[in-house]
């Protein structure tokens, strides 16, 4: 007899022998002994959680002779049939290969036969999302009222590719997660049957990296049988070509040190090792993801399965690393797994390690991201000066507020124009020939305003101001400095006069510094041109 994988041997044959999902058995359990059997069951959840199986035992159970409250009796000839896979009535149908439009024609024909020997005709159709838009539409008519004697079980792991008008017409069912200690449990069970030494550290690694699916639990403990009887922590890696917590934990250790060299080395021993890069980097994320778990979550019971020693590993690495070095980490690795889709993968991990070793560099990149992202937004980006830019102070605003209207050309001269040196904290002030004096104090205004209205100083970085009579001139480029004090809310008005009179000692009215504008703006084009002709006449 042909080898039966563990599986397929240690499939569930009812409802009570279902693994973890306990809030779906008992409601099918519940609707089966009170007869309430509905035309179209929806069952989906993620592979290996028990979609495929608990179809067939409700196939079983909708036809069962004798049933057990609501479970299949496993004895009648019923029950037998279908476990000898001979029942005609329970059509199982592969919507991956049998996806078309014709083939749920067929399927549509079929139905309108009645059964054999069972009670029901049960279609049992896995992955029903990989049906074409025609298909669902043909199979839309006979889903939503199909003979009496018909029922339809339609199981997927993408429900969201289903149509709504199919989703309307079934009774869905969400299979979870298999808890890993349920998965733990199991395998021991199946380990004890098999005659495996199977330690607690081995089936809890086996039960992290099926990743709540029982199918590919005791897959990989189907393997590990092939290689050992006696089946350790260190088997199920080796098998499963993984890099193992010791070296897990070493990787973090370089990481920490910035040990870009060692790092590197080790990635090159794991490679020659035939350890898969895209697994490694998985284990790393989960590494890195305990070591969040462990310094986030203070009790006892942490979502984190592993064995106790590994734990205590965890904790003693944890208190090393800073929560927010450890998310930096992760937003890393989570960049690199993308990367690793198209690209190639050994290169794309050293990529990955190399920045995790240095700081600099991953800080570099997450500030150019920042810019990039700032820049497609249309937002504008702070960026630090050296040092401030002379140039010549120019005309800013129209109007700073209503309450104090800007100078009239007959109100005085006109500011001489000349280019500024950078405002510094010593009080000094000189007046020049026009009557306006510079603020040599306006460095000490910001830095009141820094305090109070950090906003409105932030405008007026590597400004400058100027004295005339009873009104402070303020000079900026800044262009938002016009919105935010010309606006309704007077605040940032205020905050400048209060911040004047903390430094100056007195109340200044506000209002814009304008440039006096150079002989050759004033000078009418034509004139000059012929000026220039009459040069030339006399030469």
Known sequence: ????????????????????????????????????????????????????????????????????????????????????????????????????????????????????????????????????????????????????????????????????????????????????????????????????????DAATLIASAADGGMRDALSILDLCASHSNNITEDTVANVCSMAGGDYLIKMAELIKSHSTEQALTLIDELHNSSVDMLRLLSELTNHFR??????????????????????????????????????????????????????????????????????????????LERRIAALESNKPIAVQKSEPIKEAPQPIIEEIDEEIPLPEENEGPAPQEEVLEPVTDEAVSTSNTDGVTPVTQWGEIIGVLRKTCPIIAGVLQDSSAYIEGDRLLIDTNNSQFKTLVNGNNPVYRDNIRKAAEQVLGRVYKLGPYHAKATQTENVDPLQGFAQKLKQLENN
């Open 1 to 200: 007899m042909a080898y039966q994988a563990l599986y397929r041997k240690y499939r569930p044959t009812t409802f009570s022998d279902v693994v973890g999902q306990d809030h779906i058995t008992k409601t099918l359990k519940n609707e089966l002994d009170c007869g309430k059997i509905v035309h179209a069951y929806l069952f989906t959840g993620t592979r290996g959680t028990g979609k495929t199986t608990c179809a067939k035992i409700l196939a079983k159970a909708i036809n069962c002779l004798f049933p057990i409250n609501g479970d299949p009796c496993g004895e009648c000839e019923i029950c037998r049939m279908v476990a000898q896979d001979e029942a005609t009535d329970i059509v199982e149908m592969d919507a991956a290969s049998n996806n078309g439009v014709d083939d749920i024609r067929e399927l549509r024909e079929q139905v309108n036969f009645s059964p054999a020997a069972c009670k029901y005709r049960v279609y049992i159709i896995d992955e029903v999302h990989m049906l074409s838009g025609a298909a669902f539409n043909a199979l839309l008519k006979t889903l939503e009222e199909p003979p009496e004697h018909v029922v339809f079980i339609l199981a997927t792991t993408e429900v969201h590719k289903l149509p709504a008008t199919i989703l309307s017409r079934c009774q869905r069912f969400d299979f979870r997660r298999i808890d890993s200690s349920e998965i733990v449990g199991r395998l021991k069970y199946v380990a004890s049957k098999e005659n495996l030494n199977l330690t607690d």
């Open 290 to 367: 305990d070591l969040m778990i462990v310094k986030v979550v203070k009790g006892d019971h942490k979502p984190i399965v592993c064995s106790s020693s590994k734990m205590k590993a965890l904790e003693a690495q944890a208190q090393s690393f800073d929560i927010k070095e450890i998310m930096a980490i992760l937003g890393v690795l989570q960049s690199a797994a993308t990367a690793m889709q198209n690209g190639n993968r050994r290169c794309e991990m050293e990529m990955a390690i190399i920045r995790l070793c240095n700081p600099e560099i991953r800080q570099d990149l997450d500030s």
